[in-house]
């Protein structure tokens, strides 16, 4: 056997790590539960699990792919290094002033996210920018020597540098890292002209210091992670997904850790566009639910949505402006507070609540016999008869219904003055609408009607849900992919080695300087290329470009995609037409007189994806047989019924599942509630399609 067939994609979720094994096109999975200590333990078992299962050695993988959540859990749990920030003298204050956004108008007890670093630890230095990259101040040494012993007296295992405008020019952020390093070689250094050269003082000055609050825990980790997989054989290399949904080199994961924030829910996009790619579907919605967070992302054209800012930590459910905000390349999805962990409440108007807050898998839901009391979705589902409580996990873990009882009657039940069951279907209720009501918002904000669209679901809890969901926001079909367990994880398999390069640089049309573009667009075309190199294979890389431009005077821009090529002064008609065709596109028609401005730039290089196999879609040709019965709670009777149990590994092509039943396999279930008709496609996707 060759190492060159065989690959492992590890993702590491807030409840479970999911390990899948690529052989020869073959997919080996598994699910074990995230070790919060040592994340790296659970990574060894699984591989070595999987492994085991599909007949090959450690020494056998030739590639690792890996996603993780710890950056994300690291700055919303505020659990990162001791961490100091330097800026320019009169800015002192930024990260906590904000901007003047409000998101909740009238909430005169607003709740804004702390500042990730706090005013004792954020330093100034006497210095000034212009806006356009000249220098007015430059910094005296005596000033930058003072610095350095401040930092060096207070025991800083990391700095954060962001001077204004300094992604014009970030000369004088280069001389003060040369000094901290020179003079404490051992302390993190990360400046904000390399990790966030963007516009917009406030989001580059918070994501570099989010980069510089996870890198030596990142690092730490990964460094860890290497040297263990290595003790144990698997002498492979490691790469990373990054938020933009590239593979990216783990040197340059830990040099810029703050691309790693979304990371795992931008393989569960990757994973849903090579299935849309496959069924030749245009308008997909992919719903991915673990057991901490749910995450829907619309994905058009076979691609999903991108955005270069995006927020972590909300404080307020569905409010854009409440949270931190990271200004990197990212996939667009909304995450919501509902996995199968998240814990279920009552607040004060007596009413249910469920998340943000999730038992994760220390100790974790009440029915996992874990020492866990709090009532969670997981025991929801296990008490409406949508889980098996001895064919959990494929038998790996054994479900108490009693103690699932206990818990929901302790905190909803009693209180209420229900039964347990019927406080699990409230639950189910709640977190179902929750869920439908972020994906029609996300919807809308894109002017998208989200019941056009075809949903592909996923995660051990997506296939549970996605029924109801369907139901709720009038969506008339939704896929199941083959191991759907563990989407994310395949969907790592899927990507691409891709890096994008972003840039801020005013350029207004009227005086359309192509000197200073093509210097600008060949220096982020080397750096791309020079990330993507470092693991790439052999072949030609996909280059894209996208400006991002806006009429004079407006607050916000929009992103137009423009041909790589050198410009020349004629082409600034160009700009304009494929503009206004955007603007159009977004707000309906044009406006007549102002000038446009370009005030960002991003190139994009990748690694072509690799070529699909198309499905044609099949109709059923007979009707599956069940392998059991049981009891369960159907919304539409409204009450407990007789629902057929499958294995979905029996399951031939072309076979019909009516209804309500359970579709059993490893990692998760699918529940096709009564208004369902499922049939088994092809490739072993199940098409669930409205009777």
Known sequence: MTTSICRVGVDIG????DIALDLNGVIHSTKVLTDYELPERAILKGVT?????????????????????????????????????????????TLEMRTENRFEQYDINISLPPPLIEREHRYTLKERMDVHGKVLIAPDQKDIDVLVEQIASNNYESVAIGFIHSYMNGAHEQMLRDALVEKLPHVSVSISSEVSPQMREFERFNTVCANAYVKPIIK????????TLKEEGANCPVFMIHSGGGIISVESAAEFP?????????????FAADIARKYSLESVVSFDMGGTTAKICLIEQQSPKT???????????????????????????????AGGGSIA??????????????????????????????????????????????????????????????????????PLSIPAKTAAYGVCEVVDENMANAGRVHAVESGKDISEFTMITF?????????????????????VPAGAGVGSAIGFLRAPFGYEAVRSSFVRLSVFDEIQINALIDEMKNEAMGFLRQGMPEGEPEVECTAFMRYVGQGWEIPVSVEL??????DAIEFKKLFEEAYTTFFGRPIEGPDIEIVSWAVKASSPLPPVTEVEQIEATHLAEPVAQRKVFDVVKGDYIDANIYQRENLKTGAQVDGPAIIAERETSTFVTSSFSATVQPDGCLLVVKR
Do not use: W
């Open 307 to 337: 955005a270069k800012v995006f927020e972590v930590a909300r404080t307020y459910r569905f409010k854009k402006g409440s949270g931190m905000p990271i200004s990197i390349p990212v996939v667009e999805m909304v995450e919501i507070g």
């Open 49 to 93: 699990q999987v492994a085991q299962t599909a007949g090959v050695q450690l020494s056998d993988i030739s590639q690792l792919i890996h996603g993780t959540t710890l950056a994300t859990n690291a700055l919303i749990e505020r659990r990162g290094a001791r961490t100091a920030f330097i800026t320019t003298e009169g800015f002192r204050d």
């Open 220 to 227: 730490s980790y990964l460094d860890r992670l290497v040297v």
């Open 459 to 479: 995660g051990g809890g997506g296939p549970l849900h996605a029924a109801r969901l369907c139901e709720k926001m009038g969506v008339t079909r939704f896929l």
């Open 14 to 17: 807030g409840t479970f790590t």
């Open 565 to 570: 090529k050198s410009f020349a002064q004629e």
């Open 345 to 414: 409440s009552i607040d004060s108007m007596r009413q249910i609540r469920v998340g943000p807050h999730s038992a994760a898998s220390e100790p974790g839901p009440a029915c996992y016999n874990r020492g866990g009391t709090d009532p969670t979705i997981t025991d929801a589902n296990l008490l409406l008869g949508r889980l098996d409580a001895n064919n959990f996990a494929g038998g790996a873990l054994l479900l108490s219904e009693d103690n699932a009882a206990d818990a929901m009657s302790k905190v909803i039940g009693d």
């Open 258 to 270: 703050v691309r790693l924030v979304e990371s795992g829910p931008a393989g569960g996009a990757i």
